[in-house]
């Protein structure tokens, strides 16, 4: 009942949304589907004369003419390359690197050194980017949508404060998905691949009437023995489950009118968290389970640690850890000639959950329950010009509300090191720590942007956006049955971000341009009553300054991006958590908030090209290099130390994202060809948790590698075939080092090759 309610609410919402954008437009004459507000890329070959269309300025422009530096994988090379998942397509863009959790959605992107330090689990999730699907803000949800039935992903770089607002202060993920069209078509494509993974996928598109209603349907199911096995008798491994599925109707009452509504549902099961142990215990489980000092002490556990174990844990509990989140949006858009009205909004909830065996051994020693449910409601009014004027202008209002709520507990087992003496050894199933929590966010913008046309070559943009935001959070926290903190406080926080552009097009395709423009992230509130924590934390700031050219060569054939940029990085958020024993009572206890490191900086180069060498051979790549580094942080609060990090580098940031792509596609027929493609990425180390910031060494550096991809396909018709194979080379590597209480050190998600083939057929 709790979904329909949901649902139902939303539709009501969605009806106000069209209502309000509508106005008198019922009394227009019913049109075509092509309506105002289709976004369809037009990424037609190059060298072909075609172009790519992107919105990432809430307008549709030529790629080429948008001074932004943007990468957009579209459609065709989303297939092409295969791609599954959010770390896929980030492999196309120079200075994007990801940190992974453990499981398909628990990712955070990282963006030319701007990454999110906060707790991943936090009950109002944070982000260092935004993430849009169809202008609907989705971060609370995912960050890592369905790939099915895109129509392309616009990667931006730097700070997009002005129209993606709150938490772009590195950048923004903006989704587009294929739209309901006025015929009827489908595909279905069905893939076998190592470790008996299995995936089908389909999409339907309906005409319901002509020229007034259509629907399109697309979901993936996903099932998998996973790469870990669990050596214990209770067996089991990262075995997973996932689907998803999205529905779209697209209305068109009038040829200036068009209201889409969206329904997207996933959910994803894992047998246990993607990860093996390292055998590197910090500071309080080293005390806990060795009595020794952090290092490399941690029992192999009948498994051994990586990199020579890559797919076996020893875990005496079954685990099960998983997400969901659905969505309900709308948008509507009025196309009143001189000027356009869009509206849209929607509503976002999702839980996350881990249960079963946490301390990472074959020992009973402890295991818990965690659950974290998330929901946002949010919208947008913007009014802007249309066509080409001197200026071209928008402005809007937007808000929301995001709220969220954790319960957390950690159990003591049948051999738990900290059972109290006053139960005589006998604490099985006693809480040794917990979480109750209940946090809340509201906030409301104001933004507008205005592009001064001064000559057919010469262009100045200007934009401003005013944020307010109100965060709060009650919480208690809990060990040994006893109440240890308690919280209860709010703050409230507001901010003006500029951003200014000017622009250069000597000739139609060579473009200069120069930027500077300022990102924000809200400040909030400490979860706990710990005394070295001020009772809030400040907001982020990012100054972005960035210079860079676009261009064509060669009748169009070869296209080339250029950015150089610095940002300015001040008040960083950083997380502050680790436990210790008490020495009186013996109570495990967390310490958990947030600070402000004094500052950072990031700068550095990037490029990126695409070259049709003949009609057949196609080459791409890009190249990006970043200097990311804590310019003034001495004291630096790390898993219990305070330290100097100042002139440290930030984590996830590696200094070298290299790329290259290659397909040569031969003609068999009119109708029928086959295409080699290759990819090869390389990534240089970096650091892979902000416990490098104390121990400099692995498993918190993560190496350097070179990764290769291979594919042979036929397109015969409307069936395509192609055999695959990701990590030719079985190339080692991790994206990030993470730590709960575990016996055998922290744990990191390998690397691991796969084979396999996909089929499909276009109807």
Request: one cysteine or more; hydrophobic letters at 35%; charged letters at 15%.
């Amino acid at each position: 009942m709790a979904r329909f309610d949901t649902i139902t609410y939303l539709l009501r919402a969605s009806a106000a949304v069209a209502a309000l954008t509508a106005g008198a437009a019922h009394a227009q004459t019913a049109a075509t589907n092509a309506g105002p507000a289709d976004q369809t890329a037009s990424a037609t070959a190059a060298g072909s004369g075609g172009d790519i269309i992107v919105t990432a300025q809430r307008r549709q422009e030529s790629i080429q003419s948008v001074p932004i530096a943007i990468t957009a994988v579209t459609s065709q090379t989303l297939k092409d390359q295969n791609i599954r998942s959010v770390q896929d397509y980030f492999s196309l863009t120079p200075n994007v690197s990801f940190q992974s959790n453990g499981s398909r959605d628990r990712k955070d992107l990282v963006l030319r050194g701007i990454s999110n330090q906060l707790n991943p689990y936090a009950d109002v999730r944070q982000a260092s980017y935004a993430f849009y699907i169809d202008e609907f803000n989705v971060a609370a949800g995912t960050s890592n949508p369905q790939i099915v039935d895109l129509d392309r992903i616009e990667i931006l770089r730097g700070p997009q404060g002005t129209y993606f607002g709150r938490n772009s202060v590195g950048g923004a993920i903006n989704v587009i998905t294929k739209k309901p069209v006025d015929r009827f078509e489908g595909e279905v494509e069905g893939s076998y691949s190592s470790f008996d993974t299995k995936r089908v996928q389909g999409v339907l598109n309906v005409p319901i009437i002509s020229g007034l209603l259509a629907l399109r349907g697309s979901g993936q199911y996903e099932q998998s023995d996973g790469f870990i096995k669990n050596i214990n008798p209770i067996g089991g491994g990262n075995n997973t489950k996932f689907y998803t599925g999205r529905i779209e109707a697209r209305l068109t009452p009038a040829p200036n009118f068009t209201w889409d509504l969206t329904y997207s549902y996933s959910n994803e099961k894992d047998g246990m968290r993607d990860g093996v142990p390292t055998g590197f215990v910090t500071a309080t489980w080293a005390s806990v389970y060795y009595k020794s000092t952090p290092g490399l002490i941690g029992n192999p556990d009948g498994v051994g640690f990586y990199p020579g174990n890559d797919d076996r844990v020893n875990y005496n509990r079954p685990q099960q850890v998983g997400s969901k989140y659905q969505y309900v949006s709308t948008r509507a858009v009025w196309d009143l000639g001189p000027v356009s009205i869009t509206g849209v909004g929607g509503h976002v909830t999702s839980t996350v959950f881990n249960y079963g065996d946490v301390d990472g051994g074959s020992h009973d020693y402890f295991y818990e329950s965690f659950y974290l449910k998330r929901r946002s409601t949010s919208g947008e009014l913007r009014v802007q010009s249309n066509g080409s004027h001197f200026l071209d202008w928008s402005a809007g209002v937007s808000g929301g509300r995001d709220t969220g709520g954790t319960l957390q507990s950690t159990f003591d087992g049948s051999e738990s090191p900290l059972c109290p003496a006053a139960t005589g050894g006998h604490c099985q199933g006693l809480e040794a720590t917990g979480l109750t929590s209940n946090s809340a966010t509201s906030y409301v913008a104001g933004f507008g942007q205005a592009t001064a046309n001064i000559t057919s070559k010469l262009a100045f943009t200007a934009g401003l956006r005013y944020s307010w935001e109100r965060n709060s959070n009650v919480s208690q926290t809990r060990s040994n049955a006893l109440l240890t903190g308690v919280n209860d406080r709010a703050a409230t926080f507001h901010d003006w971000s500029p951003k200014f552009t000017l622009t250069y097009k000597p000739q139609s395709d060579l473009m200069f341009y120069a930027t500077i423009s300022k990102g924000f992230k809200s400040g909030g509130t400490q979860t706990s009553n710990n005394v070295n924590l001020a009772n809030s934390f400040k907001p982020e700031t990012l100054w972005n300054y960035e210079a860079g050219t676009k261009f064509e060569l060669f009748d169009k054939r070869l296209r080339i991006d250029i950015a150089g940029f610095y940002m300015d990085w001040r008040d960083v958020q950083e997380t502050i958590k680790f436990q210790y024993i008490n020495p009186t009572t013996g109570q495990l206890l967390s310490v958990s908030g947030i600070a402000n490191a004094a500052s950072a900086r990031s700068y550095g180069a990037e490029a990126s090209f695409d070259f049709a060498v003949t009609h057949e051979f196609k080459i791409g790549g890009q190249i990006g290099y970043d200097n990311a580094k804590y310019r003034n942080y001495t004291n630096a609060l790390v898993d219990g130390a305070v330290l100097d990090a100042s002139g440290k580098p930030l984590v996830g940031a590696p200094k070298w994202t290299l790329g290259a792509q290659g397909q040569y596609t031969y003609p068999l027929s009119s109708t029928a060809d086959v295409f080699l493609r290759a990819e090869w990425n390389y990534r240089s180390s970096m650091l892979s948790s902000q416990y490098a910031l104390r121990y400099y060494v692995y498993p918190f550096i993560s190496p350097s590698y070179h990764n290769v991809n291979l594919r042979l396909g036929t397109d015969i018709g409307p069936v395509r075939a192609v055999v695959y194979v990701q990590n030719l080379f079985d190339a080692h590597y991790f994206a990030n080092a993470y730590e709960k209480a575990f016996y055998s050190g922290v744990q990191v998600e390998p690397s691991y090759r796969t084979v396999g083939v996909t089929v499909g057929y276009k109807f």
